[in-house]
């Protein structure tokens, strides 16, 4: 079994991301490791849905730890990732008098893991939480590095927090009953990953999706590799720039995780985050930002098309043809990845060679052409 330490600088928390099967039923011996005696109570944020899949088995293993447990379930959906949501798990939290000992888990996909970490960071000003990401984009990007949150009316992740988690229980099984359209989405968040991270992760990523197709996602050892060396990627840039340092700019800063992810926010505001998961915004946002890397002469038509078989070969991804690129550049404008006012895209040199571009030299006339040329799938 797979496991990986993860320590955030600067304040050197360290906490254990474990990957592998029938892990849900550790999930009470896991919780005392990191929580320690003095954790009485435990509420299990999650929606109906991942519950009713997976809820019982992870609370009857904390009850026989010894903790008392209480649920807290949310809507299922993008548009529950909200302040009020965050609120009302917050009265749930104090009705459930849990104190600064004790702590949360977050069971299902990204949205339910943001909300529970935030709630997490702010009640008590801080009490632990533990990750069990049920959705691949979960468990190969949200539940490591602490970044939780919520959207506003005006753009996604503008309110939030930098709360580690005090560990990420990744059991693989919970991937069996993900929905196609999940997977697709997971699959695109691997290939960003892949495509700053390393030619190897790269490929090792194309390589896992060539020979696994679009089927379901049965468990094998190669599943398991294949996600720990995500987290092993993602760990190693939080390890060294875990708050997104403003100042940095280099290729080992944490916004390029952020490649694809302009696009990507933009698209889910103007289609009032009901036409795309995440991750599809994701595919697109990859495919505009390599379009603009090539654009702008930095990246090679054949680097291109690669990152965009690869993309393609996560599955479909919802058409955005009948978007109007002007609609998406002024949602971009409201985006949060913003540097004395500019936005500062993630581009590429190379598939593993990202390079921070300020958003002054990329004209509008560029950017439009380039949105076209992806809105319209011309590769
Ligand atoms: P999600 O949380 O909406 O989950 C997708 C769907 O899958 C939901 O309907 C959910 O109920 C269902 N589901 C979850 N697990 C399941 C399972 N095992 N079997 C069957 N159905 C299951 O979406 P997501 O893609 O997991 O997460 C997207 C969110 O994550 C976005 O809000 C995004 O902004 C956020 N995100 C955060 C970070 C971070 O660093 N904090 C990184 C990437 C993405
Ligand atoms: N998903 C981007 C980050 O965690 O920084």
Known sequence: MPRLRVRAKPRQQEYEIRIGTKLLSKTGEVARISLGQQAQRIVIVSNRKVFSLYGTGVANS?????FSVSRFLIGDG???KSISTVESALQFLHDAQLERGDAVVSLGGGVVGDITGF???VYLRGVPFIQIPTTLLAQVDSSVGGKTGVNMSGGKNLVGSFHQPAAVIIDVETLTTLPARERVAGWC????QGA???????NETANFLRAAGQRELAVSPQLEKIIAAHCAFKASIVAQDEREETGRFDRRSRRILNFGHTIAHALELVTNFKR???GEAVGHGILAAGMISKNLGLLDETELE?????VRLCGPLPSVRDLDERSVIKAVAQDKKRSAGYIQWVLLERIGRPRIVDGREISPTLLRKSLQQVFQGQF
């Open 189 to 192: 968040e691997c290939v960003k």
């Open 62 to 66: 904390l009850k026989a730890s010894g």
């Open 119 to 121: 709630a997490a960071a």
């Open 276 to 278: 795309l998961r995440h």
């Open 78 to 80: 993008e548009r529950y």
């Open 306 to 310: 690669l990152l965009a078989t690869t």
């Open 196 to 202: 700053v991270s390393s030619r190897k992760l790269f």
